[in-house]
């Protein structure tokens, strides 16, 4: 993960709010707290970073449920 790109930024606020919540994270909360930890982010960046998550991390990432994300470590 590149924190020098915009969603390697995002990834790294991703991963921040799941390890702050072990019982998960739902999609519109989690869309809404990047949103708020950083304005100039665009929503449609943000929305493909979450929409690609499972796909991207998936030795880090599972969803136990529809629209919830949680960390595998949590499992």
Same mark, same amino acid.
């Given at each position: 993960?590149?924190?020098?790109?915009?969603?390697? @930024?995002?990834?790294?606020?991703?991963? $921040?709010?799941? $390890?702050?919540?072990?019982?998960?994270? @739902?999609?519109?909360?989690?869309?809404?707290?990047?949103?708020?930890?950083?304005?100039?982010?665009?929503?449609?960046?943000?929305?493909?970073?979450?929409?690609?998550?499972? $796909?991207?991390?998936?030795?880090?990432?599972?969803?136990?449920?529809?629209?919830?994300?949680?960390?595998?470590?949590?499992?």
């Amino acid at each position: 993960m590149d924190k020098s790109t915009i969603t390697g @930024r995002i990834y790294a606020i991703i991963f $921040e709010l799941l $390890e702050k919540q072990p019982e998960g994270i @739902r999609w519109t909360e989690l869309l809404s707290k990047i949103k708020e930890s950083d304005k100039s982010f665009h929503p449609k960046t943000v929305n493909g970073c979450v929409w690609k998550l499972i $796909e991207k991390f998936p030795d880090k990432v599972y969803k136990p449920s529809k629209g919830l994300f949680r960390l595998l470590k949590y499992k």
